[in-house]
């Protein structure tokens, strides 16, 4: 299980879960789902709900990753395999990415 922090504008929104291959869990942080002014990280995962589960990478999350040339190099360099894209997002989406939302791989005790 791997888990990532989710951060709109610099303030923890919620974490992203992979639980494994087929499963995907994005949860928003209670202080954050609470709080009327802040916005959804995404319009596909409104803050209408808590907790939203998929099989896949949430498409939002997903396009935060480089395609082609970009992503190919980076896979190469971080010595990621090129289908593991939440390995990527974690290791790619923590600092320039467009848009507001960046994430930060969860550090476990």
């Known amino acids: ?10 303030v923890l929104a919620g974490t992203l879960t992979e639980e494994n ?4 869990v994005f949860r928003y942080d209670n202080s954050y ?6 916005a959804a990280v995404s319009l596909t995962l409104p803050k209408i709900q808590q907790e939203y589960h998929s099989e896949y990478l ?3 999350f997903f396009n935060l990753l480089s395609e082609g040339a970009n992503k190919q190099l980076q896979c ?19 600092y320039d990415t467009i848009g507001a939302v960046t994430v930060k791989p969860l550090k476990m005790p």
């Open 58 to 60: 949430f498409p939002f």
């Open 76 to 94: 190469k360099t971080l010595k990621i395999d090129e289908k593991d894209h939440f390995g990527l997002l974690m290791a790619t989406a923590q």
């Open 1 to 10: 299980m791997r888990v990532l922090e989710v951060y709109c504008n610099g």
């Open 21 to 24: 291959r087929k499963r995907f």
């Open 33 to 38: 789902y609470h709080e009327p002014d802040k």
